[in-house]
């Protein structure tokens, strides 16, 4: 069985670890009377047209598929992008400075359970995406209906879209596996990080609404404590 051959980097309290990589995201016209029929087919074309258009609202918001090689400028426009669903910790992405596969190219780059934000720039050359579920555009100043709950091991959240600002509790987590990080960014560098942990026990971690996005895998659930 193959490996990726790829390391997804990361920091803790300032010192980069290296992450362990992966291996290998009807007809229901019915009799009825001649003037029933125009009426019938008038609704059947409104909820024709309703269908269609939120299909189209769905299929525009897939930027780009979960595997693939996409040259920034051409293939994808520089912006944030999202993943979500990705349950097997398969997905594996990369921001690359040039496609000679080289380390040096590297810029950035993760492994992904649940769900993923990156800022993909127009100084990028190339964005490298495998196993993942597909990558939707982001408008990151519209706000959600932030929660006050979120999974362990959910991946990035947005914060103030998918989670309110405040203090966080997760609660019985083992042999140092739980990962926490509060980040200003979604570029994935070092510089992105405003802190980080891995975890023992409780972890509590206080999100400021000044923070962009909060990341934790290997966790259990967070609950909103204040």
């Known amino acids: 069985m193959g490996m990726k051959g790829k390391v997804a980097l990361g920091a803790v309290v300032g010192i980069v670890v290296i992450g362990a990589v992966s291996a290998n995201s009807g007809d229901d016209s019915s009799d009825s009377t001649s003037s029933d029929k125009g009426s ?3 609704a059947q074309a409104k909820t024709g047209g309703e269908k269609e258009a939120a299909q189209a609202a769905e299929e525009k918001k897939i930027a780009f598929e979960g595997d693939g090689d996409f ?3 051409s293939d994808i426009k520089p912006g944030t992008y999202r993943t979500t669903g990705n349950d097997d910790g ?32 127009a100084s990028d050359k190339l964005f490298k995406s495998s196993d993942c579920n597909d990558w939707e555009a982001v408008d990151t100043k519209t706000k959600g209906s ?23 509790k997760s609660t019985g987590n083992e042999d140092d596996m739980c990962y926490w990080e509060r ?21 509590i971690v206080t999100i400021s609404a000044s923070d962009t996005y909060f990341k934790t895998s290997g966790c259990t659930d967070w609950k909103k404590t204040g």
Request: hydrophobic share 35%; net charge negative; aromatic share 6%.
């Open 183 to 203: 980040t200003k960014d979604a570029e994935h560098g070092l510089d992105s990080i405003i802190a980080n942990d891995n975890v023992t026990g409780s972890a």
């Open 90 to 121: 398969m997905c594996y992405w990369e921001r690359a400075k040039d496609s000679s596969g080289e380390m040096d190219s590297l810029l950035a780059n993760d492994n992904v359970t649940g769900s993923s934000y990156v800022t993909v720039k």
């Open 71 to 73: 040259e920034v400028g």
């Open 40 to 42: 019938s087919s008038s």
């Open 146 to 168: 932030p929660a006050a709950r979120m999974s362990g091991d959910g991946g990035m959240f947005r914060v103030g879209a998918d989670i309110a600002p405040g203090t966080y």
